[in-house]
Structure formats: structure tokens, C-alpha cells
């Protein structure tokens, strides 16, 4: 058996698989999120600690298994989201990827954005840990740091929870905007710049990695390795059977990401993406990625849910916007944590725009359902114009990718062919995987063959409505905010 844990932004995924990568055991505990200012999002480290045991026990109870089976773990982890830590104890609660507090710093340091990008590959924003990073140092008014004070992304923490041990698997580093992106480094210049103490930094292991074992748990025995470890969107594409160049993918999660493999070449983006580590095997080898990041995805739905009360369920958000045959003018910018690639509008809000006396609420369901897709338009233009890419079609994984709606909108409005798979659950699945290759359970072809579609999205062949739709959008989305 292999265990996969997925720590994700709302809730702890852990799943069981045997060889053949068949899911006999699946738990999902969700993760409270705090929202103490506007644009302010933390997580609790000891509630997410609490989610994971009680993500894995739920996932052996429903497999009926015993533990004792369990041959090696992967995890995976939203990415960005950091604290500080005196050895074990929390400093402070995590700032969440998501979290704005600081955009103005961020613009202070668009002067040395050049030089930031030339060595991290990342753009200066809120969303990277290192402006965080610096926010808690000022914060708590740590000026003579100790030896035991760390910061830590959730890998981080999890990881030193689970083995003792304090390090920062190489995807999840490359997300600080502290390392050097070509040497898997950390780069002494840019603690500088940011002004932080290098002695802060956890060490940098590969993905993939056979001396992490867990060690005085009261879920799990001792001894089981933890050999492969990756950030969600990472993890996703080596879900999706993404480790070669040209492959490419989209995930449906809170946020949309879209990722595609550039092979050994570190491609740096003309067009606002970002260059990201993909994966560092055991042996070092490198394997990379250009990146585009829409902050919001299926949170907008969740929004349109929680906060407006125009569904009871996420699910329904569909049947509602296919009940309106167009969005009638309605227009949605799902700018509720700033924008991302390849607008980077730290300063952005959410918008719905267009209303007259008769527009509905399926009208700004079916807008709602438009406006994700467009986003990945955008960032997927700004793709082919850096990889110069010719893909086909784009494999999709995430909870929205269940919406057939919303897979057909982004299939017309791409162009290109949307395959779905069976299993939707890449994030954990591609860490569980990493990691039985890591210990020679599978073979990169064996792990190919467990990948299963389920639907193909074909372009429709009348879509220029909608491509006036996606100009018109675009035109609004730059013409908001400096």
C-alpha cells in the first residue's frame, strides 16, 4: 500500500493505493480558515497538524487496513503558505498564499523585480512566502533571531512533525522567491534584499528522498519513509503523467493552475508566468516548469455559496448556469485575492459587472463559470508565447473539473481538446506515486498506465461569441486597478 496526503488549502486529503493505483481508502478533513483583516488569510499549524492524523485514520478505517501495510507516504501541500517557528512551537498562526497584507511592501520592491525574477524565476507579489517571511520578523520584532527559530511552509512543518527532521523539499523552496532557481540554492543575495537571516532557512532536499521516516506518531508505526514530496501544483502534473517535456495541465482547486513541463531547460517568461521547479529526482536532476496562477477558482464558487446564497451546494452552480442560454452582459472578475499571472494586480477586488433590473442569478452563474475559464485563457496564451507550445489538448484534475459546464466553456474558449480523467484526485495520488518510484515500487511506465480518462471536451465549432465574450473580459481586467 501507498499513502498519499494531500495538505490543500481547505481540507486534508489522505488516500490509500495499492500498486495498480486503485484508491481503497479515502478521508478528507476540512481546514478552518481565519480571516482576521480584509485581504488577511491564515491557517492554525496545530489544526492542520490535527487534520493530517485525522485525514490518514479516517483513510485506513475505510480502506481496513492496517498501518503496518503502509510501505511508503508521498505528500503534498499548498505551496507559499508559511510561519515562523522556535523549534516546535508556532510563532505565529500561518499567512496563507492567498493573504494581500503585503501588497505595498511588494510594490517598495518592483524597483529590484529584474533581479528577483533573473535568480527565483518568481515576479515580486504577496502570494511568494519571502515578503511574509519579512512581515513576521517586523511583526513579532525578532531583530537577534535564535539558533531554534525557523520558518516553515507546510511541508515544512508537516514533515518535521512527522520525521523530527528540519528541511524543505525543492518544489516548495522554489515558492519562497529565496532560492536560486537554476542551482536549487539558496541565494545569499536575496535573504539580503529581503531582509532576512539566512540562518532562518530550513535545508533543501530533492523530491524524492529515501532518509525521511516517520518517527513517534500516534497514527502511523515508525520507520515508514516519507520518499516523495512535492507542492500540489507539482504534484498534480506528476499525478497527470506530466514528468515529460510538453506535458501540461490544469487544476480546478481553490485557485487554477496551470503548469507545463519545459524538460531540463529553466525557460524564463517574457509574458509575467512563472518559472518553477517541477521536480528534483533522487538523483538531483532537475526537471522544470513554466507556471500561471489564477488566485481564485473554485473559491469563487465557494463565494457565491457561502457569502451570496445563490447555491446551497457547489455542485448545483452548473444546472443553474446552463438554465441561462447566455450571460446576458453579466461580467465576473473573481478577483477576491488580488489578480495573479499574468495581470499581477495585487490591489484587485472581485467584481460583477453588467447588472440590469432583469439579470439573474443564472446569468452571473454562467458569467461566474466564463470568467474561470478565461482566466486560463489568458495565462495559457501567455504559455504559448514563452514555450512557443502547440498542445492539443490539456489534461484537467481539481473539483471544478467535475463541472462539465465549465469544461466545455474552456474547451470552446481555448480551442483545444479538455481531457478529463477518471481519477480527479491527482494532487495526492502524483505525491503517492513519486514517492513508489522513489522506492522502487513502480516504474514511471506503470504509473503511466494507472492514468484512466473519463471524458474528452471537444471545442464546438461555433464559438466567436464566446471569443468576443473572452476580449471584451480581458479588455475590463487590465483596464482595473493600476
Avoid at 103 to 108: I, L
Avoid at 247 to 259: E, H, M, N, R
Avoid at 441 to 450: A, F, H, R
Amino acid at each position: 500500500m501507498i499513502l498519499g496526503i494531500d495538505c490543500g488549502t481547505t481540507g486534508t486529503t489522505a488516500v490509500l493505493l495499492n500498486l495498480k493505483g486503485k484508491v481503497l481508502g479515502r478521508k478528507t478533513v476540512s481546514v478552518r480558515q481565519y480571516f482576521p483583516q480584509a485581504a488577511w488569510v491564515e491557517h492554525s499549524p496545530p489544526q492542520i497538524w490535527k487534520t493530517v492524523g485525522e485525514a490518514v485514520t479516517g483513510a485506513l478505517r475505510a480502506a481496513k487496513i492496517s498501518p503496518k501495510k503502509i510501505q511508503c507516504i508521498g505528500l503534498t501541500n499548498q505551496r507559499e503558505t508559511v510561519s515562523l517557528f522556535d523549534g516546535e512551537t508556532p510563532l505565529h498562526p500561518f499567512i496563507v498564499w492567498q493573504d494581500r497584507r503585503t501588497a505595498a511592501y511588494c510594490e517598495s520592491l518592483k524597483k529590484y523585480e529584474d533581479k528577483i525574477i533573473d535568480i527565483a524565476g518568481t515576479p515580486v507579489d504577496p502570494y511568494f512566502s519571502a515578503s511574509k517571511i519579512r512581515w513576521l520578523l517586523k511583526k513579532l520584532s525578532i531583530q537577534s533571531p535564535s539558533s531554534r527559530l525557523r520558518f516553515r511552509t507546510v511541508d515544512s512543518f508537516v514533515v518535521f512533525k512527522m520525521t523530527g527532521r528540519d528541511c524543505i523539499e525543492a518544489t516548495n523552496a522554489s515558492r519562497v522567491s529565496l532560492m536560486d532557481l537554476k542551482r536549487i540554492r539558496w541565494s545569499e543575495d536575496l535573504f539580503d534584499l529581503y531582509e532576512i537571516p539566512r540562518s532562518l532557512a530550513p535545508t533543501i532536499i530533492p523530491s524524492q528522498n529515501l532518509d525521511l521516516k516517520t518517527r513517534g506518531l500516534s497514527f502511523l508505526p515508525d520507520g515508514i519513509p516519507i520518499s516523495g514530496i512535492l507542492g500540489d501544483q507539482q504534484a498534480a502534473l506528476f499525478g497527470q503523467s506530466g514528468w515529460n517535456p510538453g506535458a501540461g495541465k490544469i487544476t480546478f482547486g481553490t485557485g487554477s493552475f496551470i503548469l507545463l513541463n519545459t524538460g531540463k531547460t529553466c525557460v524564463r517568461s517574457k509574458n509575467r508566468l512563472v518559472s518553477t521547479l517541477a521536480l528534483q529526482w533522487r538523483s538531483g536532476e532537475a526537471r522544470y516548469a513554466l507556471e500561471g496562477s489564477a488566485f481564485i477558482c473554485g473559491a469563487w464558487i465557494q463565494w457565491l455559496r457561502d457569502e451570496l446564497g445563490l447555491i446551497k451546494k457547489s455542485a448545483e452552480i452548473a444546472a443553474l448556469a446552463r438554465s441561462a442560454k447566455t450571460s446576458d452582459g453579466v461580467m465576473v472578475i473573481p478577483a477576491l485575492s488580488g489578480l495573479g499571472a499574468p495581470f499581477w494586480k495585487s490591489h484587485a477586488r472581485g467584481a460583477i459587472l453588467g447588472l440590469t433590473r432583469g439579470s439573474s442569478k443564472a446569468q452571473i452563474a454562467r458569467a461566474s463559470l466564463e470568467a474561470l475559464a478565461f482566466q486560463n485563457r489568458a495565462l495559457i496564451d501567455a504559455m504559448k508565447k514563452d514555450a512557443k507550445i502547440s498542445k492539443e489538448d490539456w489534461r484537467v484534475d481539481g473539483g471544478a473539473a467535475s463541472n462539465n459546464l465549465l469544461m466545455q466553456i474552456q474547451a470552446d474558449v481555448l480551442g483545444k481538446n479538455i481531457i478529463r480523467p477518471k481519477n480527479l484526485e491527482a494532487t495526492a495520488t502524483g505525491a503517492a506515486f513519486l514517492a513508489a518510484e522513489a522506492s522502487g515500487l513502480l516504474s514511471l511506465k506503470e504509473i503511466q498506465q494507472t492514468w484512466k480518462p473519463d471524458r474528452r471536451f471537444e471545442p464546438r465549432s461555433d464559438v466567436s461569441t464566446l471569443e468576443n465574450l473572452y476580449q471584451a473580459w480581458h479588455t475590463k481586467v487590465l483596464q482595473s486597478h493600476p
